[in-house]
């Protein structure tokens, strides 16, 4: 694999895919700092930083990446059609030494939409890499843990109907991409290694901890325009240089957990 550029390591943004830049390039030895509105237990130094508000810190020589999630969907446009494009540009005038910017892959939903209006002038400077990414699991996702924690609560999870089959991606591989790739310029969309429905979510959930699944009697799918766009992205992934993809069941056999009996 390609090394990271020296230097220390600022992620903009805590949240899932943050956090795990942040465990990944810590594990490697990196100095880490994290920069967003919520204190959380960040592998490295926390401080705090809103989207939109001035940087206000040290960029020089730092490898940055931008890994911002709006709190909301009426937060997109400025923050995926906004701040992510200022934020890059911004770490790169301030002598960055690798800037990052990753954000959802595909289009045809305001949200997907916004961050590829935001990606226009990146797109003019090609040394800004760019990853975009389907959904993405692991511990306190809003994808898989919901239905691990129904499991493990109350031994049935209901699942939504009509859920098109997508191809989730670990959070922890999206980590590992997003610092091999640093200084890869250009735009990779990165997805998981099998396409998986709903049910068979379910079905790996429980073969793992027992229970059962059930589709739900009332409740719509949440981000359904979102999960059908990406159910047809594309996929760049190399395993020579990545490494491979870790699947959805080895995943969840590490889980601690006592296996319910069916």
């Known amino acids: 694999m390609k090394p990271s550029p020296p230097g220390p390591l600022i992620v903009f943004g805590g ?15 990196r100095s880490v700092m994290v920069a967003s509105p919520t204190p959380r237990p960040h592998s490295g130094l926390w401080r705090r930083w809103a989207a939109g508000e001035p940087v206000g810190l040290r960029l020089e020589g730092a490898t940055v990446c931008i890994a911002l999630s709006p709190r909301t969907s009426r937060e997109a446009p400025e923050v995926w059609g906004q701040v992510v494009g200022r934020l890059a540009a911004s770490a790169w005038r301030d002598g960055a030494a ?26 003019a400077a090609p040394r800004t890499t760019v990853l975009r990414f389907g959904p993405l699991f692991g511990v306190e996702d809003g994808c898989v843990w919901p239905i691990v924690s129904a499991i493990r609560q109350s031994g049935v999870a209901r699942l939504p109907r009509g859920a098109p089959a997508s191809w989730p991606l670990l959070l922890e591989d999206a980590a590992r991409a997003a610092l091999t790739l640093t200084d890869a310029g250009g735009e990779h969309v990165l997805r998981g290694a099998e396409q998986l429905r709903m049910e068979d979510i379910g079905n790996v959930v429980t073969a793992r901890f027992g229970g059962r699944w059930a589709w739900r009697w009332w409740g719509g799918l949440a981000h359904a325009a979102r999960l059908r766009a990406w159910s047809e992205i594309g996929d760049s992934w190399s395993d020579a240089e990545l490494g491979p993809r870790q699947s959805l069941a080895t995943w969840v056999g590490k889980l601690p957990g006592l296996r319910r009996k069916r």
């Open 15 to 29: 949240g899932h895919l943050g956090g795990a830049v942040a465990r990944y390039g810590a594990a490697s030895g």
């Open 98 to 123: 690798a800037v990052t910017v990753c954000g959802p892959a595909g289009q045809g939903e305001p949200g997907l939409d916004a961050f590829e209006r935001g990606l226009q002038d990146l797109r």
